[in-house]
């Protein structure tokens, strides 16, 4: 086993803190920077600034220069589209999407919770697809086997939450679905950039049910533009009408994040 020796270390960079907080890090993080050297540069990058990354940053950073840029867009390669659903016809719908439908190869499902790619993967395991689930809950090793099997096409269907949507590059996925919508707008805007890589082309769906519809019209109007409701294939019964102004909840999103500073000598 290898050892690292930290005392010429000059930069700490903390790529994606958001994610790594997500992941279950922060300890690890904390414990590891106990051994560094008190003279470095500290950079943080973080799409949001929950309390914890703020806590984070307090304890990490000294006199910090904050940066914030702006929202990113949607890949123009990316197709975009959304159905209006009931809860209880999400799973039926996924089905209806992928089932039957050979050159459809693979796809990666977002969901909100890890409670809910747990029961995303049951509730289509049993019409036949080659489906598994990746959370934070799943030791690092069993993570990477789960991707490999997803990269080489013997995943044909990946469940994941926001873990999975960033820093992680995966090629020739041929549909994104967003189980839920997101919290806000970046978490959506890389949700649907894991498809069309590359300069490719891809398609990515959203399932809004009534409680979501007024999160992804202000998702619409932070990217700029409407994104196309689909009706429900037939079968499925009819969903909910486009009504945001129903139910409302706040816009979580708080933009981008970079900040880094210099310790100097005491």
Do not use: C
């Amino acid at each position: 086993m290898g050892y690292v020796k930290f005392e010429h270390l000059r930069y700490l960079i903390l790529d994606e803190a958001d994610r790594m907080l997500d992941m279950g890090f922060y300890e690890d993080i904390q414990k590891i920077i106990t051994y560094l050297p008190k003279e470095r540069q500290t950079l943080m990058f973080s799409a949001t600034m929950p309390p914890k990354i703020k806590q984070l940053a307090a304890k990490t950073l000294k006199n910090p220069v904050e940066i914030s840029i702006g929202l990113s867009k949607p890949a123009e390669g990316v197709l975009q589209a959304a159905y209006l659903t009931y809860e209880n016809q999400k799973t039926p719908l996924i089905n209806d999407l992928i089932t039957g439908k050979p050159e459809v190869k693979s796809v990666l499902i977002f969901s909100s919770t890890k409670k809910k790619v747990s029961d995303i993967v049951h509730g289509l395991r049993g019409h036949g697809s080659e489906i598994r689930g990746i959370s934070s809950d799943l030791e690092q090793s069993k993570r990477e086997e789960v991707l490999r099997d997803f990269r080489s096409k013997r995943t044909r269907v990946l469940v994941a939450t926001d873990v999975l949507s960033r820093g992680i590059d995966i090629k020739d996925i041929d549909i994104v679905i967003n189980y839920d919508v997101p919290g806000d707008a970046e978490d959506y805007v890389h949700r649907v950039g894991r498809t069309a890589r590359a300069a490719s082309s891809g398609l990515a769906i959203t399932l809004i049910n009534e409680r979501d519809m007024m999160s992804f019209r202000q998702i619409e109007e932070l990217i700029g533009y409407e994104v196309m409701k689909l009706p429900l294939p037939a079968g499925l019964g009819e969903g909910p009408k486009w009504n945001p102004r129903v139910i409302r909840r706040p816009y979580r999103g708080k933009g981008n994040f970079r900040g880094s500073d210099r310790r100097k000598k005491r």
